[in-house]
C-alpha cells in the first residue's frame, strides 16, 4: 500500500518561494503518474500541475510559469516549486497519483500567502 506525506508549507508573503515535497512510501513509485492538488477553503480541489513518468510537466493556467514540478525517482519524491506567490495560492497542498485515488490523499500540507 502506498501513502503520500507532504511537507514544505508555511507562511510566506506575496511574491515569496516555497518548496513542497511529497515523499512516497510503498512500491511502483517510479511507474505512477503523479500530481500536485490544492484545495482553497470553501472550494474544491484543483489540480495545479502533474508531472509523466518520464518527467514531462502539465501546469494549470494559474500557476504556469511560477510554479516547477520535478519528481526523484529514486528518492520516491516528487517537488513542487512555488515562485511569485500570490494571496490567491492559499490553499492546502496535497499530492496523489493522476487521476487521483481516494484512498491515498495525506494530510495535505498549508500554505498562506499574506502580508
Known amino acids: 500500500q502506498v501513502h503520500f506525506v507532504e511537507s514544505g508549507g508555511g507562511l510566506v508573503q506575496p511574491g515569496g518561494s516555497l518548496r513542497l515535497s511529497c515523499a512516497a512510501s510503498g512500491s511502483f513509485f517510479n511507474i505512477r503518474t503523479m500530481g500536485w492538488y490544492r484545495q482553497a477553503p470553501g472550494k474544491q480541489r484543483d489540480l495545479v500541475a502533474h508531472i509523466s513518468l518520464g518527467g514531462n510537466p502539465t501546469y494549470a493556467d494559474s500557476v504556469k510559469g511560477r510554479f516547477t514540478i520535478s519528481r526523484d525517482n529514486a528518492k520516491k519524491t516528487m517537488y513542487l516549486q512555488m515562485n511569485s506567490l500570490k494571496p490567491e495560492d492559499t490553499a492546502v497542498y496535497y499530492c496523489?497519483?493522476?487521476?487521483?485515488?481516494?484512498?491515498?490523499w495525506g494530510q495535505g500540507t498549508q500554505v498562506t500567502v499574506s502580508s
Open positions: 496523489n497519483d493522476n487521476p487521483p485515488r481516494n484512498g491515498l
